[in-house]
């Protein structure tokens, strides 16, 4: 089992920047790739950013070059350094992990509002 717990979302204007955090808690190990999804009032939840254990990273095309992906394996914490926010990054972001079993773990979210 691994738990997931998001922190670092808030209030920001347009142009400004955020990072978030994902501590895991649990068997850690077992965890083989993390991820960054958000959801946006009325749409349906979307992919961001992942990150393999080997570090290896990708992005949605809506965030390549503004946001980046991090782990600290260390600390247990995956991190979404987001820049240049816009009003359309407004969604709620949720951590994910996958294990090797293809077990699928959810944080409860973190809200990011970006005001014009």
């Known amino acids: 089992q691994v738990q997931l717990v998001e922190s670092g979302g808030g209030l920001v204007q347009a142009g400004g920047s955020l990072r978030l955090s994902c501590a895991a808690s649990?068997?850690?190990?077992?965890?083989?790739?993390m991820a960054w999804y958000r959801q946006a009032p009325g749409k349906q939840r979307e992919l961001v950013a992942t990150?393999?254990?080997?570090?290896?990273?990708n992005y949605a095309d809506s965030v390549k070059g503004r946001f980046t992906i991090s782990r600290d394996n260390a600390k247990n914490t995956v991190y979404l350094q987001m820049t240049s926010l816009k009003p359309e990054d407004t969604a709620v972001y949720y951590c994910?992990?996958?294990?090797?079993?293809?077990?699928?773990?959810w944080g409860k979210g973190t809200l990011v509002t970006v005001s014009s």
């Open positions: 994910y992990a996958g294990d090797r079993a293809g077990v699928n773990y």
């Open positions: 649990g068997n850690f190990f077992s965890i083989y790739v």
């Open positions: 990150i393999s254990g080997g570090g290896s990273t």
